[in-house]
T-cell receptor, first 113, second 112 residues
């Protein structure tokens, strides 16, 4: 597999706390992306970080990337009950002329009101 | 709505049935993807159509057959499926030169 595991598999926190999710991968990447999925629905793109970037912010989201350790983390600050969802990291690779995303197993985040 | 529409939302089929899943986007994207999401497993890429080239995961059984008649439509034809094929099937699209993927809401398939 070109993708590692996400850590933790499940995370439960109180509203207002910060949530940190980690992702590891095995190959060289052009970029790494984070997605959110509400139960049984499609995935929503949250943020993309390129291989030459180390940190990126978008609203309450902060993503870091360490290419030497082949790992990334997603931090959600001041969490809300509406943040309850599954979060997936994905690496983009090229196969011939086609680009494709390879996903991790995801972290199920539950934010308790 | 994301701009990628999948129909039907839910499908129950017998193992001897033939059915098709449909994905449609009018975002001007020209790469389209089928992913399978089974319980407690990572999303599995099944097929890619990019610039009219088809790239497939060689582990996908032949009972799944994709069709991409144009850059806006993608189908997944299903034939003699097995119960283990029950899953959420997700379609995604992407514009050439873009790294952002837009996903549909998926078709929840149950094979009985």
């Amino acid at each position: 597999s070109q993708q590692g595991e996400e850590d933790p598999q499940a995370l439960s926190i109180q509203e207002g706390e910060n949530a940190t999710m980690n992702c590891s991968y095995k190959t060289s990447i052009n970029n790494l992306q984070w997605y959110r999925q509400n139960s049984g629905r499609g995935l929503v793109h949250l943020i993309l970080i390129r291989s030459n970037e180390r940190e990126k912010h978008s609203g309450r989201l902060r993503v870091t990337l360490d290419t030497s350790k082949k790992s990334s983390s997603l931090l959600i600050t001041a969490s809300r009950a509406a943040d309850t969802a599954s979060y997936f990291c994905a690496i983009e690779i090229s196969s011939g002329s086609a680009r494709q995303l390879t996903f991790g197993s995801g972290t199920q985040l539950t934010v308790l009101p | 709505e994301t701009g990628v529409t999948q129909t039907p939302r839910h499908l129950v089929m017998g193992m001897t049935n033939k059915k098709s899943l449909k994905c449609e986007q009018h975002l001007g994207h020209n790469a389209m993807y089928w992913y399978k999401q089974s319980a407690k497993k990572p999303l599995e890429l099944m097929f890619v159509y990019s610039l009219e080239e088809r790239v497939e995961n060689n582990s996908v059984p032949s009972r799944f057959s994709p069709e991409c008649p144009n850059s806006s439509h993608l189908f997944l034809h299903l034939h003699t499926l097995q119960p283990e094929d029950s899953a959420l099937y997700l379609c995604a699209s992407r514009a050439t030169g873009s790294h952002g993927y837009t996903f549909g809401s998926g078709t929840r398939l149950t094979v009985v």
